[in-house]
């Protein structure tokens, strides 16, 4: 009953008003005709559309509180999924009309049309520790630790600062939109793909201004090529791996961050906003913020995306400044970006991204300059509440007042709105007479509605259950595997037959280890090698005697031979000390380093 005719009907009169057709049209604005029609049994358009579609109206009720509730635990139903979930709700219903396939592909687009309530979105994946579930409580947390920083009135905001460190990939361009001949079936495009990563560090303050960056190269030593353009103030450093480690974030602290905004804060203190990554957190870098008033604030895990300035407002608009250098060269005849082109390219893409209005709009966007936590708490939203069932069963069932009975109660969703729409049927039952027997229709259909929309949504519970338990009975069946060694030889290839084969002698070999002597263990009983029959073929592996000391191979085999040896057989002369040079090369390989915090 949701046409405006039927709605019509069902309302009260006025006072004093007849209960005509020509009155009720004249109230509401729908034609006598309509109401005479409708009252009279006729069926409206949106009702004979609905015995037309795939699922019922409480169907498809159904369907829209299961899909809210997915997105809600933060796993959203993708479209191409909607028909399957259809079918999963047909499929309950009676063998006369239970359809035998899943409706048409385009069937949730249609689906959409008619609950304008949901939304088609292309969504990106995300880590689960970044999902709003898991970091809403320590984003409220940090608010409240920094906001007790930042109102201290010896914080200004020139003295406020984030650094973050980003990677640029040299060469890799994103899809564009070109104009070209209608004939053209090409939809890509010929570039030199590189996908060397460079890091930059960078640091933006409160009030617009940007540090001089430090540029990591991935290597292990300096290049001249590599510096060509005029960069007067930067700083540049090398990493094998290309990313920041404890050393370069010390440098980067006291010969970047320290000579750059020691005169402008004035004896003042300092605040360093980073993440928490463990090179940040240093003993050294603790001793050198400590004795340089410097206050060394760490961003909670897993929330930088949406508390950090640097990749809230500044990194994307640097990357898209730079891709569109790198399609300037391009256009210029360059097909590869090297490292050497990195600076040419990446400083005037800087010069473009890090600009004062980008940078106070990151800051605002944090919620940190102006200090307003509700900017980053009103895009995240607050985890659902614990689901609670109540038992109808423990409801008590009684009759409502005459005053109580509304005239059109809503569908109901809980089990205490069954219970209460139970009540009036009953009531009405009692009263029954022409005046009633409508009001006695509506509440069945009403109760009708309720049930078909609970059916519905169990199937679609039972269908997420049953995928939730097979995907459950396969993860048992890793677990329960052992991880061993079946096959050992570099560039051996087995067949699945022959790890089956392998898999059948490892277990008999285990089976007969275990049928040994009952009791304690000897410390000194001979350990057999964990390694299959089928792997005696293989050749040995000779090394070097520093090279076994550092894989512990060696330690390895001196206490498997004192193991195998008798009481009464004499112990073995020490083995010799290695070379000079090898121990000094061992000496090496293992240089100081400063400890790092851990991370939470």
Not at 163 to 173: K, Y
Not at 234 to 246: K, L, N, Q
Request: overall charge positive; some cysteine.
């Amino acid at each position: 009953m949701s046409d405006r005719a039927s709605k019509a009907l069902v309302g009260a009169s006025l006072p004093g008003e007849p209960r005509t057709y020509d009155a009720i049209s004249k109230r509401s604005g729908v034609p006598s005709s309509t109401l005479f029609y409708r009252d009279h049994g006729r069926r409206s358009r949106e009702e004979k559309a609905q015995s037309q579609q795939y699922l019922t109206p409480a169907e498809e009720k159904a369907l829209v509180m299961y899909m809210k509730q997915m997105a809600d635990l933060g796993n959203p139903v993708r479209i191409k999924y909607i028909p399957s979930l259809a079918f999963s709700i047909a499929c309950r219903r009676s063998t006369t009309n239970r359809p035998t396939k899943p409706p048409h592909r385009n069937w949730a687009q249609a689906f959409q049309k008619r609950h304008p309530e949901l939304k088609s979105r292309r969504m990106k994946a995300m880590d689960w520790k970044r999902h709003e579930i898991n970091i809403y409580d320590k984003i409220l947390h940090w608010f409240e630790v920094i906001g007790t920083v930042l109102k201290d009135s010896a914080i200004l905001p020139e003295n406020v600062y984030n650094m973050d460190e980003t990677g640029v990939m040299l060469c890799m361009l994103n899809s564009v939109k070109v104009l070209v001949s209608k004939d053209d079936r090409r939809d890509y495009r010929g570039a030199g793909v590189k996908r060397t990563t460079v890091t930059a560090i960078e640091c933006i303050s409160a009030n617009g201004r940007s540090l001089l960056p430090m540029i990591i190269w991935p290597a292990t030593t300096h290049r001249s090529n590599w510096t060509t353009f005029p960069t007067p103030g930067w700083h540049y450093a090398c990493s094998e791996s290309g990313y920041t480690d404890s050393k370069i974030s010390f440098e980067w602290l006291k010969r970047v961050f320290d000579p750059q905004t020691r005169g402008q804060a004035n004896n003042k203190p300092r605040v360093l906003i980073s993440d928490g990554f463990g090179t940040h957190e240093t003993l050294e870098v603790l001793e050198f913020c400590f004795e340089n008033n410097i206050l060394l604030c760490r961003l909670p895990s897993h929330t930088t995306h949406k508390l950090q300035p640097c990749d809230v407002g500044v990194f994307a608009p640097l990357k898209e400044a730079y891709r569109d250098e790198v399609d300037r060269l391009f256009r210029g005849g360059i097909n590869t970006i090297g490292k050497e082109h990195f600076i040419s390219v990446y400083s005037p893409a800087r010069e473009r991204a890090f600009t004062k209005r980008n940078i106070t709009s990151a800051w605002a966007a944090c919620g940190l300059f102006p200090f307003n936590p509700d900017r980053v708490m009103r895009k995240t939203p607050k985890p659902p509440p614990l689901l609670t069932v109540s038992i109808a069963a423990d409801m008590e069932v009684g009759l409502c007042q005459q005053e109580e009975v509304p005239q059109t109660p809503v569908t109901p969703v809980t089990a205490e709105a069954i219970m209460s729409l139970h009540n009036l049927i009953k009531q009405d039952t009692y009263t029954l007479d022409e005046t009633s027997m409508p009001r006695l229709q509506r509440h069945i259909q009403k109760l009708a509605k309720a049930g078909q929309t609970s059916i519905a949504y169990r199937a679609l519970l039972e269908e997420q259950n049953s995928l939730l338990t097979s995907i459950n009975d396969e993860a048992k069946t890793r677990r329960s595997t052992k991880s061993v060694v079946l096959g050992k030889g570099q560039g051996k290839v087995m067949s699945f037959e022959d790890i089956e084969e392998a898999r059948r002698k490892r277990a008999e070999k285990d089976a007969t280890k275990g049928k040994g002597k009952r009791g304690r263990k000897r410390k000194n009983t001979v350990v057999e090698a964990d390694e299959p029959d089928t792997e005696a073929e293989a050749e040995p592996e000779v090394a070097h005697p520093a090279k076994k000391m550092m894989t512990g191979k060696r330690r390895g085999s001196r206490k498997r031979q004192s193991a195998i040896q008798d009481t009464d057989e004499p112990e073995p002369a020490p083995e010799p000390d290695p070379d000079p040079e090898v121990a000094q090369t061992l000496e090496v390989l293992v240089p100081r380093r400063a400890p790092v915090a851990r991370m939470y």
